[in-house]
């Protein structure tokens, strides 16, 4: 329905932006736990469990669209599980009377040491959940992440969405640190109590209960905080196996983008204290993915983990995954990625959940199962000339990875295209290279919306650029519209366009129409004299 807003369709078409942790890890304290969505009668046994969910605050535009109905008053110890789902968003339904269980199946592997016998660790199992675009996988994790279906007691669902979200003015080490909620909110409490006991001491009159008071909360609050001693060298060592360099170099690189070096790429990775509004995509995908493997959440959801990573950090999240300790779902639409991942298939076919063990599914199949009506596009040139003559060059440019802001990240690698680089209306051509080399600013480049530091780039009279881009943004400027709103917000021009093409070709139908009908009327009545 093109008159649907936004939010009440799936995700997998207008990419929803979801809660990169939608629910806390777990907490010293039991106030640093977030309400649970559900009503608290249908709690039993602490589960997290739902038959409709409650109303949501009216400020969340998802938790409003969203209806979940399940017969399953209450999960078992170690599976999700809901019979009889039912998910709504808005007025269409994704799933009917289907059947949602993740059980954890625990798996015991020997790894071999060197010189020392070898030694047994524990494996989780990696869940793959498949269907077209528009079916309703996005959807459907976050309604687990966000507690609208019975989840066992102690499992802390952590999603990591397709959406990115914004980045903030702090480090990448202090990124990943705020993923763990209930160590933010003591560190919170630490600061406030610091400052309430610090005014305390300096006021003027009997003060002293006051003062033994927070004294005695500061002591608490500190002793809870030394859970997390290590967390810095924790992290930090998740970030250094995710690619991020320990220390910061001052040096400026200049790479060709014909052909980066290996030495290149580490001078200009970005360091744990990095900025995070000086990454590409891919390093602040990385990023979300360092906060699960730090905080290891017993339910670890990923939606569309591959889109932002490079061909390395996907072997790298191959690995780690195949390491996981407790259980993960994944969406994605690489079937490669998937079946090599994956112990089970979750397919959403028809409303309902089908589940097949990855050993029956092969790689076709995978991807037959994630296929509709194929998207034919036909790309106009002008009438006057050739395919060939129309398109983009560029002519010994040279320019450097900009941050979100447009402003270029300190010791930013410098990109030089020596020559020229020709784009036709008949060019198929790919771009590749390593998270953070430039690529998305070389097609922003290419599409006219940068400016080279050096060099030219040209585009031939009536040649009009489009530009798809990985981030979302302009979805999220108009949340609150239909598609329709969305179209007539983003391409009046273009509409007016194609508007006044239909109606002269209406007009001139109407016109050959009634020539028709008057040539006809003229023949009968000839043929009546």
């Known amino acids: 329905d093109l008159h649907s807003f936004p939010t009440r369709r799936s995700s997998d078409l207008l990419r929803l932006p979801s809660l990169l942790s939608t629910r806390p890890t777990s907490c010293c304290m039991e106030e640093c736990r977030s309400p649970s969505p559900v009503m608290d009668n249908d709690l039993a046994g602490g589960a997290t469990a739902s038959s409709s969910t409650a109303p ?46 993740i059980p954890e199946v625990v798996r015991t592997v020997e790894v071999p040491q060197a010189g020392a016998a070898s030694r047994q660790v524990r494996r989780g199992t990696c869940y793959g959940l498949v269907g077209p675009n528009g079916c309703g996988k996005s959807t459907l994790l976050r309604v687990i992440a966000e507690g609208h279906v019975p989840t066992p007691v102690g499992w802390e669902p952590f999603l990591v969405g397709q959406q990115l979200p914004p980045a903030l003015p702090w ?31 300096s006021m003027p009159g009997d003060t002293a209960k006051d003062v033994l008071r927070v004294n005695n909360r500061l002591v608490e609050v ?6 997390w001693d290590g967390a810095e060298q924790e992290v930090e060592g998740v970030l250094l196996a995710l690619g991020f360099r320990r220390a910061c170099h001052d040096s400026t690189d200049t790479s060709s983008i014909h052909g980066n070096t290996r030495s290149n790429r580490a001078q200009t990775r970005p360091t744990v204290s990095t900025s995070m509004q000086h990454l590409s995509g891919g390093w602040r995908m990385k990023v979300q993915l360092a906060k699960a493997l730090w905080i290891k959440p017993k339910l670890l959801l990923l939606d569309e983990p ?39 298939i979750f397919w959403m076919r028809d409303l309902r959940l089908e589940s097949m063990p990855r050993d029956v599914v092969s790689q076709e199949d995978l991807a037959r199962m994630q296929r509709r009506k194929g998207l034919n596009f036909n790309f106009a040139v002008p009438a006057s000339g050739d395919p060939q003559h129309h398109g983009v060059s560029v002519h010994d440019i040279q320019f450097t990875h900009l941050t979100e802001n447009n402003r270029s990240a300190p010791s930013a690698l410098q990109v030089q295209v020596r020559g020229t680089i020709r784009f036709s209306g008949q060019s198929r051509s790919v771009l590749l290279g390593c998270n953070g080399s430039g690529k998305s600013t070389f097609l922003g480049l290419c599409a006219g919306a940068l400016q080279p530091m050096r060099g030219t780039v040209d585009v031939t009279p009536d040649c009009q650029v489009g530009f798809y881009s990985q981030q979302m943004d302009e979805l999220d400027l108009h949340g609150d519209g239909t598609a329709v709103d969305f179209l007539v917000a983003t391409c009046p021009d273009q509409l007016h366009e194609r508007l006044e093409t239909k109606a002269a070709a209406a007009a001139k139908a109407a016109e050959r129409r009634g020539s028709r009908r008057s040539e006809e009327h003229t023949s009968e009545l000839q043929s009546l004299t």
């Open 56 to 101: 949501a605050p009216r400020g969340d535009t998802f938790q409003q669209a969203v209806r979940v109905e399940t017969v399953t008053a209450q999960a078992p110890g170690n599976a999700v599980k809901a019979e009889a789902l039912t998910v709504f968003l808005g007025g269409r339904c994704l799933l009917t009377d289907a059947e949602l269980k």
């Open 171 to 201: 480090t990448v080490a202090e990124e990943v640190l705020s993923a763990d909620v209930c160590r933010a909110a003591l560190l919170t409490e630490q600061a406030e109590l610091e400052n309430e006991w610090a005014a305390l001491t």
């Open 222 to 227: 500190r002793q809870n905080l030394a859970r």
């Open 306 to 344: 591959t889109n932002h990573l490079d061909f390395e950090a996907l072997h790298w999240l191959e690995e780690r995954l195949e390491e996981y300790p407790h259980t993960t779902v994944v969406v994605s639409h690489d079937v490669g990625f998937l079946h090599s991942v994956c112990h089970e």
